[in-house]
């Protein structure tokens, strides 16, 4: 089977979700283009798909939490991943869920494993479908223990494709 995979699709990456906000305005959205790349500081490199309403909180503020997402919060792809911040509100479903806690000042999943609060830097502009950050680490918690959710998992339960 992954002879078959395109080279980026053989590794499995974690599945993570972006909290974003600016005032009043909250917005949480999917995303898999993220690796950490420094040690000291610790910095992480982050890709917002372009046009989504994540990205527009993102450039106001560049200050979000990233959730690294359990293996059992695979359900929540549809909603975060699939929909669109400028057509639901996200935060709202979320809520009616009681799914929601808060940190430093970010909605933040409950069952997430962790949540990194980032500083992004200067976007670098790309021709892709997504922006580029590089993200400074300001504070960072454990939230709980469990497995991570990843592609595999996802392609596995046939929310994503292969």
């Not at 500081?41 to 690294?68: A, C, D, N, S």
């Not at 997430?112 to 300001?138: E, F, M, W």
Request: some cysteine; proline content about 4%; charged content about 20%.
């Amino acid at each position: 089977m992954s002879m078959r995979k395109k080279p980026w699709n053989r590794t499995d990456q974690p599945v993570y979700s972006i909290s974003s906000k600016i005032g009043d305005q909250h917005n949480m959205h999917i995303a898999t283009y993220v690796t950490p790349i420094s040690m000291q500081p610790k910095q992480y490199v982050v890709g917002i798909y372009e046009g989504t309403r994540t990205l527009e909180l993102v450039e106001q503020q560049q200050v979000f939490v990233l959730q690294l997402l359990a293996a059992h919060q695979y359900n929540l792809v549809p909603l975060l991943g699939k929909q669109s911040g400028h057509q639901i509100d996200k935060i709202q479903r979320l809520q009616k869920r009681k799914l929601l806690d808060q940190w430093n000042d970010f909605y933040i999943l409950k069952d997430a494993l962790s949540v990194v609060l980032l500083q992004g830097q200067t976007p670098i502009q790309t021709n892709g479908d997504h922006r580029v950050y590089i993200c400074d680490v300001l504070s960072w918690k454990n939230l709980n223990q469990g497995e991570v959710l990843t592609l595999d998992y996802l392609r596995e339960k046939k929310v994503i494709r292969g």
